[in-house]
Structure formats: C-alpha cells, structure tokens
C-alpha cells in the first residue's frame, strides 16, 4: 500500500509541475476589427456576406489561429436567428465569406471570440 501511495503522490506532483509551467506562459489575443462588410448581388437564389478585416498578430508568436464572429440572421418568413462561425486569422488582413439565401440578411454581426496565442517577450 505504500508504493502505491508513493506512486500517486509523486504523479500528482509532475502533473502540478507541468502545470504550472504550462500556465506561466502569458497568453495574448491578436486585434481584430473589420474594415469593410458587403453583400454580393443575388445569383440562383443566393448571395455572399464578405467581410475584410485588419489583424494585428504583434504580440503573438503565432502566425495564424482561430476567431469566431457571431451574427443575427434575418429571414422573410422564418423567426430571427442567432448563430456563430468559426474562421481563422492570419496577420495582416483576412477577408471571411458566408453564403446566404436570398431571403435573409445580416442585421448585426461581431467578433464573438479570438482564440489565445503565446505572447512575445
């Protein structure tokens, strides 16, 4: 019963060690913000929601990761509706798309999310 014990105690003890080391580093979230939305014109009953924006990834160490935008669907004959989708980031500008029915529209739209990247030193 003893090693056991011992064996326990000292698994418990890397675990904290690698812990602890892995949350020392300080994290960073890269600035999003958009620089230009638009709708593109209706083709076979559909229509593309772009949008640019500028990435400043400075602080980080990495040269791309994930970023959420939440948006509020309208839809002529269907209740409104709330949803989120998941794009990536790279540094510098990125522009995202997001395919629509003819019948719906974008009433708000905004950065939900941004993943966490390692900060410089």
């Keep these: 019963m003893y090693r056991s014990s011992l064996s326990v105690l000292l698994a418990g003890v890397a675990l904290l060690i690698g812990v602890t080391q892995t949350t020392s580093q300080q994290l960073c979230r890269p600035t999003l913000a958009f620089t230009e939305v638009r709708f593109s014109e209706i083709r076979n009953q559909h229509r593309v929601w772009t949008a640019a924006l500028s990435v400043d990834a400075s602080r980080c160490t990495t040269t791309s ?7 509020d669907r309208l839809k002529e ?3 409104d509706l709330l949803f989120t989708e998941q ?7 990125v522009e995202v798309s997001l395919n629509f029915w ?3 529209a974008v009433l708000d739209y905004s950065i939900a999310y941004v993943e966490p990247c390692a900060c410089r030193n």
């Design 65 to 71: 990761g994930r970023f959420q935008i939440s948006f």
């Design 87 to 93: 794009f990536e980031w790279s540094p510098g500008h």
């Design 102 to 104: 003819a019948d719906e």
């Design 77 to 79: 004959t269907a209740p």
